[in-house]
């Protein structure tokens, strides 16, 4: 495994499955809490992280929603996005499509535009110093209603040149993704990319809704789309990718150990895996990290983790240069290894 890590650490990357507000680290969440005059119910960063033992996906959402309280202003957002992007630009991370959830924000008075703004005005940065480029998908909680949805959406058309494409998430259980059909059709029509969130804690069939009912391009996480043959071949034939998030799904016992992890099944069954970090911050490792972690686990070799790096770059939202140019990255690598 060892000589795998600068491998790893230096094959270029695509992160697809990112949530901004989910790289929100202890230090920089007392720091806005102290600027923004938000309390916070813990006393050192030492507590925020000894909280982070989650027993399921509701439980880390506790905590997430509360850490993202202290985001208030386009500064904030700006900052927090920065920080991501220097730490991911340390893993050769060279296009990353990034989750947001307006939703969470807005309910708590900061406006529509503070929250792009700040976002996009550090993903122009990036692109400019480190040549990362970038798209911006903004999620739709499903703990909350269809309706509140709707009105999102409303608010995110003034900033269509902005946001690529829009994803579902929150908490799965119970909240399946035909409950937000309509909302989803609108967005189809106003020319956004699909997404959504199927197959984590919710079963198998939240995947097929996620398609169906949603027309999802992307499915994040469907891990769960094994236990239905005639899901994994549907799957298959279509060519559609799976956000995977290794060290989430073990932090929130989707898995019981990195082990038991069924991404190499995936690969063997010829589905279009990708791995990413999801919320890295409450999860304990940004992408690279989850790379190492499951290439150690499962025996990855270099085939296969040139195998997720490509299947990452084919599921992106870009033009086809930029495909091309992100697989020319990983090709000069290659020959250099």
């Known amino acids: 495994m060892a000589e795998l890590v600068p491998f790893i650490r230096g094959i270029p990357k695509v992160e697809l499955h990112l949530h901004i507000e989910g790289t929100l680290e202890p230090e920089l969440m007392f720091e806005?809490?102290?600027?923004?005059?938000?309390?916070?119910?813990?006393?050192?960063?030492?507590?925020v992280r000894r909280a982070y033992d989650f027993r399921d996906l509701q439980s880390f959402l506790d905590i997430y929603y509360q850490g993202a309280r202290v985001l208030r202003e386009e500064r904030d957002f700006f900052e927090l996005t920065w920080a991501y992007l220097e730490r991911v630009h340390q893993d050769n991370v060279r296009h990353v499509e990034i989750f947001f959830d307006p939703q969470t924000h807005t309910i708590e008075g900061v406006p529509f535009a503070t929250i792009v703004t700040g976002i996009q005005r550090a993903l122009a940065d990036a692109k400019t110093q480190f040549g990362i480029s970038s798209g911006l998908i903004m999620c739709f909680l499903r703990d909350l209603s269809a309706e509140e949805a709707m009105e999102t959406l409303e608010q995110a058309l003034d900033f269509k040149d902005q946001i690529v494409g829009v994803g579902l998430d929150s908490a799965e259980a119970g909240n399946p993704p035909v409950k937000f059909a309509d909302v989803f059709d609108r967005a189809r029509v106003e020319g956004f990319r699909v997404v959504a969130h199927a197959g984590e804690e919710g079963p198998s069939e939240y995947v097929w809704q996620a398609l169906d009912n949603l027309g999802a391009e992307r499915i994040d996480h469907g891990v769960r789309s094994v236990e239905d043959d005639e899901l994994v071949e549907r799957l298959r034939a279509g060519r559609i990718p799976l956000t995977v998030c290794p060290l989430s799904n073990v932090k929130l016992r989707v898995f019981d150990?990195?082990?038991?992890?069924?991404?190499?099944?995936?690969l063997d069954l010829g589905l279009r895996a990708t791995v990413n970090s999801d919320d890295p911050s409450y999860f304990g490792g940004y992408i690279g990290d989850n790379f190492l972690a499951v290439a150690d686990a499962l025996s990855l070799g270099p085939d296969e983790i040139e195998r997720l790096v490509r299947n990452s770059i084919d599921a992106a939202f870009v033009d086809a240069a930029r495909r091309d140019e992100l697989h020319k990255e990983v090709d000069a690598f290659l020959a250099q290894h």
């Open 32 to 47: 806005l809490e102290q600027r923004n005059h938000i309390p916070l119910p813990y006393n050192s960063v030492e507590e």
């Open 257 to 266: 150990k990195l082990e038991d992890h069924n991404l190499k099944t995936l």
